[in-house]
């Protein structure tokens, strides 16, 4: 039985649908109507009429670069409508992402150095983290720049799993709170690296149910804090602008990866390999899950998100894999690491 929101969401669906074949006797969905049962499907309320129409306007402009980015046959990738259609991309960018690049930060307390899959030579033609249990479902950072510590959490939740056999939802708002006294800053950015050393000297993490999301930054529950459900022993970084170490890596468990996610195509991507528009300024943090090929024969990294599911994929891209720059697609091979247990 389709819940009242899901109704929502079919319609909005075939509205899109309706408008995008021109050669249609369909009537086309107005623009208003639309914007307005978007705002019902998300639940979006704002301040006042002036408001709603700047938004209106933003809106219509989004709905428009989606509409000729899906016309555009040699893309690989589609982009659709989602909960951030609404905001213009610099928007979109200051809230939603908070990486801050390794040359800023001075880390390097409990990290190794070296590589503990630089021999690893077969590895498996495809990966995904999820089928075997190591993935949690996809989070929400909301309006708070802390997708480090969504980075950090889905790296620790799957080496957990795959050294307990247990997949434990673990707490970023501990991390946001209690994480303060380097470099990390809550809602205002942060670095996996930093999360791990953080979860190291603390000697572990609660669980998601003990510490909850409050998406701002809060004052440490010390008394959480220090119930650990999980631990990590250290962490280390993948070879820096090497695809084929990232394989490696990704094969054998859930890696941190900063990216730029600061597109527009990526504010709005729906579904298929993402080839870019991007740079390889990093701006967020994310988790690489998996890789695969796709039906044409495009290779991909399977990248779980921290946007919510109305996000990309059920809340997952797809990157493409084995690009002519040594950086990787959008600086994907640039920055990550990994915790060990
Ligand atoms: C990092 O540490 C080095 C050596 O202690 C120092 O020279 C450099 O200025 C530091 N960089 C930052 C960004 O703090
Ligand atoms: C990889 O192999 C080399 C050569 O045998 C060895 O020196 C190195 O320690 C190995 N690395 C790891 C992480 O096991």
Redesign the pocket.
């Known amino acids: 039985m389709a819940s009242p929101t899901q109704c929502l969401c079919l319609l909005f669906v075939l509205g899109i649908w309706a408008s995008q074949g021109s050669s249609r006797s369909v009537p086309e969905v107005s623009m208003s109507d639309r914007f307005e049962q978007w705002l019902s499907s998300y639940s979006r309320v704002y301040q006042d009429a002036k408001e709603k129409e700047k938004r209106f306007q933003i809106f219509k402009e989004n709905v428009e670069y989606i509409k000729s980015h899906n016309a555009d046959s040699s893309k690989k990738y589609k982009l659709g409508v989602n909960e951030f259609t609404d905001l213009t991309n610099e928007e979109f960018k200051a809230m939603r992402n908070g990486y801050k690049m390794r040359s800023s930060n001075n880390i390097s307390v409990s990290k190794t150095s ?6 690893v030579t077969a590895v498996p033609s495809t990966m995904d983290w999820r089928k075997k249990g190591a993935v949690t479902g996809i989070k929400d950072q909301g309006q708070c720049g802390c997708c480090w510590a969504f980075s950090a959490v889905a790296a620790m939740e799957g080496i957990t799993k795959l050294k307990t056999g247990k997949l434990i939802s673990l707490s970023e708002q501990e991390l946001v709170d209690c994480d303060v006294n380097g470099e990390d800053q809550g809602c205002n950015g942060g670095l996996m690296d930093n999360a791990f050393e953080f979860i190291i000297s603390n000697k572990g993490l609660t669980t998601e149910t003990k510490y909850p999301y409050e998406g701002v930054d809060g004052s440490c529950n010390k008394k959480e804090s220090t119930k650990h459900a999980a631990k990590i022993t250290g962490y280390e970084d993948v070879p820096s602008n090497s695809e084929s170490a990232l394989l490696k890596a990704v094969a054998n468990q859930p890696i941190s990866v900063a990216i730029d996610a600061g597109g527009a195509d990526f504010q709005h991507y729906k579904s298929g390999v993402f080839t870019g528009e991007c740079t390889t300024y990093l701006d967020h943090g994310v988790t690489a899950v998996g890789y695969g090929q796709d039906g044409d024969g495009t290779k991909y990294w399977l990248v779980k998100n921290s946007w919510g599911s109305s996000w990309g994929e059920n809340g997952y891209i797809r990157m493409e894999r084995d690009i002519a720059a040594k950086e990787g697609i959008c600086g994907i091979a640039m920055e990550a690491s990994y915790p060990t247990a």
């Open positions: 070296s590589f503990r899959y630089e021999n």
